[in-house]
């Protein structure tokens, strides 16, 4: 239990021990606030250097307050008294494990770090992938922003030609929920929704035969249009000439991003 004295204020003061509360009591020792005051303050008639009011000014307004060299010395020390220093975890492990025990170990926390930023984890669950994102050849066509040369060949040869009325899949209300092969929940988007009640998907024939995880995305996205009285496509659409291609970019009909816009100068215009 606390012991209490009275500080002369009037104020009560509590020690967490009965030595702490002789002491005080033999001293008769005042309060924080009455022992800061007047000639019982520390700093009573003294006053702050001219480099002591600089360094509190330049604290105040953000600047650096110790030097460059400080700052230099400061860090060398830190780093050759730190046993980690110029290591990473791994050279730790090898160190202390072998190579054989240090690679499973990485391999079990790469696993451990993916899984915890997966699925609903994953800031981008249920958002279509940005602009830009991925490896095909983006950009757009008259406006109309395509991810691949195989959709850009669908949005000319298919949508434009039968002059069908389209949107992108790419949108929240399109979301595909779906399980993949290792229980983590994700989203998936199709490309086009033709006229409302049509899905369509362009991949190449071999992915469509081959990849387990183009057929479980078209196993998930074919419940989701029967839920929804639509229909589920998923073709090969056979990729523009290069000439077509370059016609249309020559005829400012293309426009690419700008990483595949010198590309493309660099392989079909032969502009480096």
Known sequence: MDKIRKCECGKEIKYATAQGYNMANTKQSKCKSCAKIGEN??????????????????????????????????????????????????DVWVQKYGKTKADKLLMKYKNKKSLASSGKNNPMYGKPS??????????????????????????????EKNELQWESGEQKKWAINYIDWNGVSKTYFSDFIIGGHTMVECKPINLIKGSKTVKLKTKFAKKFCIEHNMKYIITDVSIMCHKDIKQMHYDGKIKFLDRYENKFKEKYLNIK
């Open 41 to 90: 303050n520390s700093f009573y008639n003294k006053k702050h250097t001219k480099k002591s009011i600089k360094k509190m000014s330049k604290a105040h307004t953000g600047k650096p307050v110790h030097s460059q060299n400080f700052k230099d010395d400061l860090r060398m020390r830190m780093t050759n008294h730190n046993p980690m220093s110029g290591k990473s975890f791994y």
């Open 130 to 159: 940005p602009q830009g994102s991925g490896n095909g050849w983006s950009g757009w066509y008259n406006g109309w922003y395509f991810r691949s040369l195989r959709e850009l060949s669908y949005m000319v040869n298919v949508i």
